[in-house]
């Protein structure tokens, strides 16, 4: 077999051609913490695993609403079944891909939102979330009339922490008078907690808010359109979800997470390794600004954020720690 191969290759004159490192189709399995409605974290991933449906032609299962106890089961069940790879949406699935991943060797574990990696098949996708705090922390900045802006994070998780330092870095270098305010839900999902604990900013002076985690978004975001006090989403562009409340979102591009991992996988040039990607890898971003926002900036203030975004992409600038 090997000589008739051999003899074609030698008597053919084919163009070179990537080959695809699986013959079948690739199944991808998407494990979320939440809700694929919750307009934000869990909404950006699905976006982004059916993106790469229809891009790579691949077959795709999404597990929603998986609590963290039911998280080794899960991976567990999908590796059972064969999947090439499976991609766990949140910092909360690094210690379970590390405890089985070495019993399913032919199966990749992708963590996104986490900086995890083994061999021969562990890698992670993580943004950088201190630079899109940067960028909410500046446009928040740029807009408040009060003088008074905060952040709502779900759980003091390393990511979210990231975005809230950098929040208040990005604020300060518009104005060194900002008050910034921040707190903590405690969880991810409570909707109702999430609008409380946001009310509470507002009533200490907070006239722009925003949120990361998951369903608590939704609260803070329902608070400040009952206030009529604007708010900077995060991950998912938020702004249909309110279009009178939302200047603009913070863009944390799950998707292109989602993307470079399957792309990766397919061509065969995915590594153990953490990837980090921030604007120059269109992992963050600044959503447009839409609708009466468009004309609340000035030139110059415009000028000075598009200055901003070139000064993370280069370096020259950050809201990452340090």
């Known amino acids: 077999m090997f000589r008739s191969v051999l003899i074609v290759a030698l008597t053919i004159v084919m163009p070179l051609v990537a080959v695809p490192a699986f013959a079948d189709t690739l199944r991808v399995a998407l494990v979320l913490p939440g809700s694929v409605t919750d307009g934000t974290f869990n909404s950006a991933a699905n ?17 929603e609403n998986t609590d963290f106890a039911e998280i080794p089961e899960v991976l567990l069940s999908y590796a059972r079944e064969g999947y090439d790879v499976v991609i766990g949406h949140g910092f909360q699935f690094a ?23 083994a061999e021969p098949n562990v890698a992670s996708f993580d943004n950088r979330w201190g630079d899109a705090g940067y960028i909410a922390g500046t446009v928040a900045a740029m807009v408040t009339q009060t003088g008074t802006i905060g952040h709502i994070g779900g759980i003091p998780v390393p990511v979210i922490e990231d975005y809230n330092a950098g929040f208040a870095k990005g604020a300060a270098s518009v104005r060194d008078d900002v008050k910034v305010l921040s707190a903590y839900v405690g969880s991810f999902s409570d909707i109702a907690r999430g609008a409380e604990i946001t009310t509470s900013l507002i009533e200490q002076g907070a006239d722009v808010v925003t949120s990361t ?20 989403g995060t991950a998912f562009d938020s702004y249909e979800a309110a279009p009178d409340t939302i200047v603009t979102t913070a863009l944390i591009n799950m998707g292109v997470n989602i993307d470079q991992a399957v792309g990766k996988v397919i061509d065969g040039s995915i590594e153990p390794k953490v990837y980090v990607l ?15 926002f468009e004309t609340m900036l000035s030139d110059a203030q415009k000028a000075d954020i598009d200055q901003m975004l070139a000064d993370i992409e280069s370096g020259k600038v950050t809201g990452q720690p340090e």
């Open 95 to 117: 210690e379970p891909v590390m405890e089985i991943h070495a019993d399913y060797p032919d199966t990749w574990f992708i963590v996104n939102a986490a900086q995890v990696a």
């Open 278 to 292: 921030g604007l120059s890898e269109n992992g963050i971003g600044l959503a447009p600004f839409r609708g009466r």
């Open 47 to 63: 976006t982004g695993i059916q993106s790469a449906k229809e891009k790579y032609d691949i077959e795709v299962s999404v597990r």
């Open 213 to 232: 985690g998951n369903e608590n978004v939704v609260g803070t975001i329902q608070a400040a359109e009952k206030a009529g006090v604007m708010a900077i």
